[in-house]
């Protein structure tokens, strides 16, 4: 009778000890369970990490340099406009081209025309069309000139203000000067030396 009753007593001790060692199973993989989304959204964080505040100022600073690119970005050469190494000024487009002997644009520019424009057509640049500097037709000192013409006594050509300005509303009436930034006026001082064609496209 008595070793009946231990018999019994082990056997409880067995079946409690596999219903802790069970528990603890069970609880060690609800705990896996809850952790292991919360692992994969970290891991998924981590190879897509936000941008940083200096890639995102940089990544602005390349917007703006590019929105600023656009005040000078390049415009189709206008067909019809002559071959070889020569300007080209559009009368419609208020724009400059400066095209090397291989066909290719070396600069673009928007100018400001004076109130008396040149006809349509083709000029060459000659040495005594060209002034470093001088007072201009509207009382402006400018810089770079480039005579290509003249229409009805007014002489017609490239120049820049010498304090980089550009003329702004109705231009001075007997006014022939087509007007750059110093820049852009610099450029066309070195390219349209003495025999450089000027072709004027409407």
Excluded: C
Aim: proline share 6%; hydrophobic share 40%; glycine share 14%.
């Amino acid at each position: 009778m008595a070793r009946n009753s231990a018999g019994t007593f082990v056997a409880g001790l067995t079946a409690a000890a596999l219903a802790v060692v069970g528990f603890l199973a069970y609880q060690a993989s609800a705990a896996q369970d809850r952790h292991g989304p919360a692992g994969e959204r970290g891991a998924a964080a981590s190879a897509s990490p936000s941008p940083s505040p200096g890639a995102a100022r940089k990544d602005a600073g390349a917007r703006e340099d590019r929105e600023k690119s656009g005040d000078r970005e390049e415009v189709a050469l206008p067909a019809d406009s002559g071959t070889g190494e020569r300007v080209v000024y559009s009368l419609h487009g208020d724009r400059v081209w400066l095209v090397g002997a291989n066909e290719q644009v070396t600069r673009t520019y928007r100018v400001v025309p004076g109130a008396v424009d040149p006809l349509p057509g083709e000029y060459t640049v000659s040495e005594g069309d060209r002034t470093e500097r001088v007072t201009g037709s509207d009382g402006v000192p400018v810089a770079h000139v480039v005579l290509f013409t003249q229409v009805e006594g007014v002489v017609v050509g490239f120049s820049a203000a010498v304090d980089g300005s550009l003329p702004e509303g109705q231009p001075k009436e007997g006014t022939g000067g087509i007007r750059s930034r110093a820049a852009d006026g610099e450029a066309m001082w070195r390219f349209a030396t003495a025999g450089t064609k000027v072709v004027v496209v409407p």
